[in-house]
T-cell receptor, first 117, second 113 residues
């Protein structure tokens, strides 16, 4: 069983469309994350949720809206897609976000490659 | 600042040791990590080190941490072709607002026969 799974793996869409990426973890973790990897492989955090509540919100356009229906799921909805949104989006989870040994180790999904045409 | 820097490329011969270096700027980081990304794949956690440790060894992997110089390195012994990938170091900072990983730029390791 995949620990952190994302769907879809590939997403090709036109500018201006709205799309969602889903993420599920079966590790029983409390904390989930979204990261963006650009064409130069640079990775940057976008959001983090702990037990369905937003705890990190980096400087991300408000066209990006994460939704956590329960602590095992963190979906990413993107409105009015732009060319610059083309990237690989990674979901991750950790037991929680505290300093306890091993608790904040983040495990990543396989990524969703988004191409905006 | 939160810049984490790595050299972009490293090429080694199969069987040699590889050393991938990383420098970071945030001295309050609690954990430092090494992740591996193979082409078209996700990020695989390789190892991590707590900030009060100097060294950690795990089979072929050795992590060295020099807190004074804010320098982290990953040594891979007996490098194999399957080790060809991009290697990312990352620093973890835990604040009242959560746990954020700041990644380095990634080092592309190429293993030649």
């Amino acid at each position: 069983d995949t620990a952190v799974s994302q769907t879809p793996k590939y997403l090709v869409t036109q500018m201006g469309n709205d799309k969602s990426i889903k993420c599920e973890q079966n590790l029983g973790h409390d904390t989930m994350y979204w990261y963006k990897q650009d064409s130069k492989k640079f990775l940057k955090i976008m959001f983090s949720y702990n037990n369905k509540e937003l705890i990190i919100n980096e400087t991300v356009p408000n066209r990006f809206s994460p939704k956590s229906p329960d602590k095992a799921h963190l979906n990413l909805h993107i409105n009015s897609l732009e060319l610059g949104d083309s990237a690989v989006y990674f979901c991750a989870s950790s037991q929680d976000w505290t300093e306890g040994i091993g608790k904040n180790i983040q495990y990543f999904g396989a990524g969703t490659r988004l191409s905006v045409l | 600042g939160e810049d984490v820097e790595q050299s972009l490329f490293l090429s080694v011969r199969e069987g040699d040791s590889s050393v991938i270096n990383c420098t970071y700027t945030d001295s309050s980081s609690t954990y430092l990590y090494w992740y591996k990304q193979e082409p078209g794949a996700g990020l695989q956690l390789l190892t991590y080190i707590f900030s009060n440790m100097d060294m950690k060894q795990d089979q072929r992997l050795t992590v060295l941490l020099n807190k004074k110089d804010k320098h982290l390195s990953l040594r891979i012994a007996d490098t194999q072709t399957g080790d060809s990938a991009i290697y990312f170091c990352a620093e973890s900072k835990i604040t009242g607002g959560g746990n954020k990983l700041t990644f380095g730029t990634g080092t592309q390791l190429k293993v030649e026969l």
